[in-house]
């Protein structure tokens, strides 16, 4: 049998309020290094598999469908369409927000015929919560608003985030 928590049992938990003081360093690694830097440019690139053209956004060493190291940077459209998206009434330090952020996938179009942009871009997408509700947010083209050049810094908040194009 199964029985919820009563209040004088949550009271008998103990807690503690501690700020720790943790710094974190993560290096960005080989593919995504030179991601970054190509943000910082205005740039969006990719791996590319010369085998099966797939150029793959966020960048991978590895063709997972080929079994071989990608071959080549590529540039690719800082457009695409909407693959997925959410709203998210919760921020990242869990306060109740009144304006959803809204993120989801992007797919972005390649800058060469015959080639394909793969898996999808995962940032804020300018739109409404209306939209995300009825879903019309779907499918819909979207172009990267950048920061302007001397706030770029490398880093995936150079693209302020993606809006619909009319
Ligand atoms: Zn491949």
Not at 138 to 149: D, F, L
């Amino acid at each position: 049998m199964v029985t919820g928590l009563k209040d004088e049992d949550l009271k008998k938990v103990y807690t503690v309020t501690y700020k720790p003081n943790a710094k974190y360093g993560y290096s960005a690694g080989q593919a995504y290094s030179v991601f970054l830097q190509g943000l910082k440019d205005g740039k969006i690139l990719g791996r590319r598999c010369n085998k099966c053209g797939r150029v793959y956004v966020p960048p991978r060493m590895y063709c997972e469908y080929c079994f071989r190291p990608t071959d080549e940077w590529i540039e690719v459209k800082d457009e695409g369409i909407v693959m997925t998206a959410v709203a998210s009434f919760i921020s990242w330090t869990r306060e109740r927000l009144e304006t959803p952020e809204i993120v989801g996938v992007i797919r972005l179009y390649p800058s060469r015929d015959n080639d394909f942009v793969y898996p999808g871009l995962f940032h804020r997408i300018c739109t409404t919560y209306e939209k995300v509700k009825d879903m019309s947010i779907i499918g819909k083209k979207v172009k990267a608003v950048w920061k302007p050049k001397e706030q770029r810094v490398g880093s995936i908040n150079d693209i302020e985030c993606f809006k619909e194009v009319e």
